[in-house]
Structure formats: structure tokens, C-alpha cells
């Protein structure tokens, strides 16, 4: 199974078109060339090349293989490009550069480890005489600065920004995000993540707290030698809730309602919602209700649904109208990548 993000983008049909962009990974110098690289034997096993899927961050969708921190280390799938599949034929993982070790840890992954800061490539090669399936560019860099950010499970369907709260006694999802000195995302598996507020681990760089009073509740973070406190800011106030536009499905279609929620202008994660549901629809279970600010529905037939979220005595509304025909969802430009969807991916 692929390691990109599994993230379910339920805004009609443009499902299936959202999670083939959000499926992110980084091409092979012979994938991405189409040919042998140059200085290189290529193995004739591998004629389209290599992709790689590295560790993905949790308040982000995708980042392909991201730089590895110094110190730390992350799993590195090998997809074959013939069919998109795991690489199925014996390899031998290399690395050209001594700030970089590998190791074989799967049928089709390896363990890239960071030692110094420093470039090289990691090759995937024929054991029986080391020609090459493909290689990809590595790079390795000191951490310069960690960020608490909400992940995409509090703030789906927009990135938390960098000014925001987590909601006193609330439980909220928190990302450390890893930079270099110029702003470049890192990546280690190893990150340690503790807390006094700590609930649980959700992923290699993510934890859920349950802060008890505003203020701040600190993370301690570490990574190689370095450990360093990552505030985030809570608070116990809500001045408002804001609603989504309304969306349009067809009978059957399932929809994701989101509601944000603020204290003045800092967006707050966590808020308690309580969700009440009237019009042709019913709530899905609970195994299917992926976000924390949202509500999964299914359109049970013709009419509106509207979705109420309170919180103590703020409440807003979403909308969702049901006919019988398809429609053209709406998502702004570049908000899953540089790309636009065209008519015809939007509406399948």
C-alpha cells in the first residue's frame, strides 16, 4: 500500500480526482528522464523507472520525499513505474554520499538515515551485478526550527495556519513540523514527542493533547541530539462558529459539512461541536467521520439538508441540496496542488 497521505476528499464527485493529486511522490532520475542516466547501466527490469514515496507530514497533503534531518531517519517506499505498484524484483539499496546510511527494511522500502548534513543519491540496484533500477537525489539538513500546527484531521479541508489555538479541555490533533534554515520541510521517523497534555501518538509526527486550562501547554520535541520546547497556544473562549457555502449532491452521494471556529480572528481547533442533522439525510458511523470540525451525510433523498454545529450557546449552519442530477463542484486554485482541475475530472 502506498504511504502518501490517505486523506478522502468527499466534496462529490471530484473525490477520486483530489486523492490522484494528493497521492504524492517523488520521480526517479531515469523515471523522470526517461532514459539510463548518464555514467550509469541501467537494468532493463525497471524500463520506465523508479518512483519513491517518503514520509508524509500530517498537517500537509503529500511531500513526495522531503529532506531528511539530520540525526533522524524515514522509510522510503519504492514504487515500479511500469505499473504503479511495489517493486517486486530483488534490489540492493545504496547510497554515494558518508552524511547518508541505508538499509533494506521491506520488500520494497529501505531506511534512509541521516549522519551529517550533505547531498548524494540513493540507488536502487540489480544485485547479481549492480546496475541500476533508479536513483533518486538525497539531501540532509540540521533542523533550525519546529512549529505546532494543527493536522489535516483538525483543519481538513483548509491547512491550519500559523496563528491558532487549541480549545481547553477539548482533545486536538497536533503536528510538529520540522524546517531548515531556509524554510525547507524535514522529515524524521524517530522524532520524540512528549507532553504533560499527551493523550496518544497519531503519527510519526503528530500527537493528540488534551490541554486542561488556557495558556500554554508546551512539547517537548527531539531529534538526533537536539530537544528542543514547541509552544501551543490554548485557549477556553469562543467568540464565534462560521459555516460552509452550500453544496449541491445527488441522492445517495455522501457530503462533508465543516465548520470553523474562532476566538476574535484566531482560528480555534478542537472545539467540541455538537452536530444535529434535519432534511433528507442520515449521519454515516462514526468509523467514517474522518475531521473533527465535520460531519460525513448521506442524501437520502430529494430536498435540503441542513447541518446545525453548536458549541455552548454558538451555533452555525451548512447546507446541502439534494436533486437528482450531477454537478459541478467548486475548489479554489491550487488549494491541493499547482494544478486546476479541468470540467471533465470535477465531474466524474
Given at each position: 500500500m502506498n504511504k502518501a497521505l490517505a486523506i478522502t476528499a468527499r466534496v462529490g464527485g471530484v473525490g477520486a480526482a483530489v486523492l490522484a493529486l494528493a497521492a504524492s511522490s517523488t520521480e526517479g532520475d531515469?523515471?523522470?528522464?526517461?532514459r539510463c542516466p548518464a555514467g550509469e547501466q541501467c537494468a532493463n527490469e525497471t524500463p520506465e523507472g523508479l518512483a519513491f514515496e517518503g514520509a508524509q507530514v500530517s498537517w500537509f497533503i503529500g511531500n513526495g520525499v522531503a529532506n531528511t534531518a539530520v540525526g533522524g531517519a524515514q522509510t522510503i517506499d519504492i514504487i515500479d513505474r511500469i505499473d504503479d505498484q511495489p517493486l517486486t524484483w530483488p534490489f540492493e539499496p545504496k547510497v554515494t554520499s558518508a552524511a547518508h546510511s541505508v538499509t533494506a527494511t521491506g520488500e520494497a522500502s529501505?531506511?534512509?538515515?541521516?549522519?551529517?548534513?550533505?547531498?548524494?543519491h540513493l540507488r536502487i540496484t540489480r544485485p547479481a551485478d549492480g546496475y541500476l533500477y533508479d536513483r533518486l537525489p538525497i539531501q540532509s539538513r540540521p533542523v533550525d526550527r519546529m512549529q505546532a500546527r494543527p493536522s489535516l484531521t483538525e483543519s481538513w479541508p483548509g491547512f491550519g495556519a500559523d496563528s491558532w489555538a487549541a480549545?481547553?479541555?477539548?482533545?486536538?490533533?497536533v503536528a510538529i513540523a520540522l524546517y531548515d534554515a531556509g524554510g525547507g520541510w524535514l522529515v524524521d521517523e524517530t522524532m520524540r514527542i512528549t507532553a504533560s497534555t499527551l493523550v496518544r501518538r497519531t503519527a510519526w509526527d503528530s500527537v493528540e493533547l488534551r490541554p486542561t486550562a488556557a495558556g500554554t501547554t508546551d512539547i517537548l520535541v527531539g531529534v538526533g541530539e537536539t530537544n528542543t520546547t514547541v509552544p501551543v497556544s490554548v485557549?477556553?473562549?469562543l467568540t464565534s462558529i462560521t459555516g460552509p457555502s452550500p453544496q449541491q449532491r445527488r441522492v445517495n452521494d455522501s457530503a462533508e459539512v465543516c465548520f470553523n471556529a474562532f476566538d476574535g480572528t484566531i482560528r480555534v481547533f478542537g472545539a467540541p461541536y455538537a452536530f444535529q442533522l434535519t432534511g433528507p439525510g442520515l449521519v454515516l458511523p462514526a468509523s467514517e467521520q474522518e475531521h473533527r470540525s465535520c460531519i460525513e451525510v448521506r442524501a437520502t433523498g430529494l430536498g435540503t439538508i441542513v447541518v446545525t454545529a453548536s458549541v455552548g450557546n454558538l451555533s452555525a449552519t451548512g447546507q446541502v441540496d439534494v436533486t437528482s442530477t450531477a454537478t459541478r463542484a467548486?475548489?479554489?486554485?491550487?488549494w491541493v496542488s499547482k494544478f486546476d482541475l479541468g470540467e471533465r475530472a470535477l465531474a466524474e
Open positions: 531515469r523515471s523522470a528522464g526517461g529501505v531506511m534512509l538515515t541521516a549522519l551529517a548534513e550533505g547531498g548524494g480549545y481547553a479541555g477539548s482533545t486536538v490533533d485557549t477556553d473562549r467548486v475548489i479554489p486554485s491550487g
